[in-house]
């Protein structure tokens, strides 16, 4: 099972962080992120499975603890992967100002979601 990214901040951030987000829950075979498009909104995964594709081709199978959309934002570049939910998800949903403030305000959280980021264009 993957590591939140929450794992890496202390309890007081992680608090902040879910407090920044809108709790959601997006059904089965929604996609969230479309590749190509704008950034413009990250998730938290917090219950559910998601299929990342790109070109229709999947890369990766993320879950709870995982974020989609945050490398586009930290990049800013267009969406590179499509994201597909494989079952019904309980997700935060974040704006693209909203990741931008945290990054600022919670340093731990901005090395984490490029950390994050950063693997996923090495690994994809």
Do not use: C
């Not at 990250?42 to 990342?52: D, F, K, R």
């Not at 990049?75 to 990741?99: E, G, M, W, Y």
């Amino acid at each position: 099972m993957t590591a939140s990214i929450l794992d890496a901040l202390d309890p007081a951030d992680a608090r902040r962080v879910l407090a920044a987000g809108r709790a959601l829950t997006l059904p089965q075979g929604w996609s969230p992120i479309a590749e190509s498009t704008p950034a413009d909104k990250a998730y938290l995964i917090t219950e559910g499975q998601v299929s990342v594709r790109k070109r229709g081709v999947e890369i990766a199978t993320l879950g709870p603890g995982s974020v989609v959309g945050e490398g586009a934002i930290v990049n800013r570049t267009l969406r590179s992967a499509t994201v597909v939910a494989l079952t019904p998800l309980k997700v935060v949903h974040f704006t693209r100002d909203t990741i931008e403030d945290l990054v600022e305000e919670v340093p731990a959280f901005g090395a984490a979601l490029r950390a994050a980021a950063a693997g996923r264009l090495e690994g994809g």
